[in-house]
């Protein structure tokens, strides 16, 4: 019932910029951390941002400076600003959420089904 889209990908030349947003919809109730992951072929899935539900943030070493994770509590809403780009910050970018849907029910993982980044010229 509850799901994440995440929108913003595509195709960018080498030093531009994408903005990745991933929007939370269902039954929920709140929503802690939230987060954006990547993974490219051949390799094991990463962090590269994440943000807690009062804006403190953790960026990956290799994003750090260029990319900067926010979020709109309001609109259930996680946003990745990613400027500089390079040919090897092309993945599949995943946006995870740690959701609470009301009731008895615990704390769960919710994972979009990723959009795909590619910089290239």
């Known amino acids: 019932q509850v799901q994440l889209v995440e929108s913003g990908g595509g195709l960018v030349q080498p030093g531009g910029s994408l903005r990745l947003s991933c929007a939370a919809s269902?039954?929920?109730?709140?929503?802690?951390?939230m987060g954006w992951y990547r993974q490219a072929p051949g390799k094991q899935r990463e962090s590269v941002a994440t943000i807690s539900r009062g804006g403190s943030t953790n960026y990956a070493d290799s994003v750090k400076s260029r990319f900067s994770i926010s979020r709109d509590n309001a609109k259930n809403t996680v946003y990745l600003q990613m400027n500089s780009l390079r040919p090897e910050d092309t993945a599949v970018y995943y946006c995870?959420?740690?959701?609470?849907?009301?009731?008895?029910?615990?704390?769960?993982?919710?994972w979009g089904q990723g959009t795909q980044v590619t910089v290239s010229s």
């Open positions: 269902g039954s929920l109730s709140s929503i802690n951390a």
């Open positions: 995870n959420a740690k959701i609470y849907s009301g009731g008895w029910s615990p704390v769960k993982d919710y």
